[in-house]
C-alpha cells in the first residue's frame, strides 16, 4: 500500500471548476475529504472497487468522483465551485471487506498531505 498522493488543487474564481487527482495503489475503497479554516473535516465522495459511488451533502450536484481503484487512481471534478469551498482537500484510503462498506460513513486509515483550494468571490 502507498499513501495517497494529491495534487491539482489552485485558486480558481466562484463559478470556475477544478480537478483533483489522487495516486493511491493498494486499497479497494478511496475517498475525497475536506476541511475548511475552522470547520471539522468532512466527507466529500467515495469510489468502490466496483465503481460504486457515495457522496455527501456538501458533493451532491456539482462534484464528480471517479476514477479505478484496481489503478490506484482517484479524481474528483468540482464544478460550479464557491467560496465555501476553500480549504484543504485530501484523499483518504482504506481496504473494506465487502464494496458496500465503501461510503461517506466509513473510516479512512490512509491520507494524504491535502491539497489547497481557494476559491475567490
Known amino acids: 500500500q502507498v499513501q495517497p498522493v494529491e495534487s491539482g488543487g489552485g485558486s480558481v474564481q466562484a463559478g470556475g471548476s477544478l480537478r483533483l487527482s489522487c495516486a493511491a495503489s493498494?486499497?479497494?475503497?478511496l475517498a475525497w475529504f475536506r476541511q475548511a479554516p475552522g470547520k471539522q473535516r468532512e466527507a466529500l465522495a467515495t469510489?468502490?472497487?466496483?465503481?460504486?459511488?457515495t457522496y455527501g451533502d456538501s458533493a451532491q450536484g456539482r462534484f464528480v468522483i471517479s476514477g479505478d481503484t484496481g489503478k490506484g487512481t482517484l479524481y474528483l471534478q468540482m464544478n460550479s465551485l464557491e467560496p465555501d469551498d476553500s480549504g484543504t482537500y485530501y484523499c483518504?484510503?482504506?481496504?473494506?471487506?465487502?464494496?458496500?462498506?465503501?461510503?461517506?460513513?466509513?473510516?479512512?486509515?490512509?491520507w494524504g498531505q491535502g491539497t489547497q483550494v481557494t476559491v475567490s468571490s
Open positions: 483518504a484510503a482504506t481496504v473494506t471487506r465487502r464494496w458496500a462498506e465503501c461510503s461517506v460513513r466509513r473510516e479512512f486509515d490512509s
Open positions: 493498494g486499497y479497494n475503497c
Open positions: 469510489l468502490s472497487e466496483i465503481s460504486q459511488v
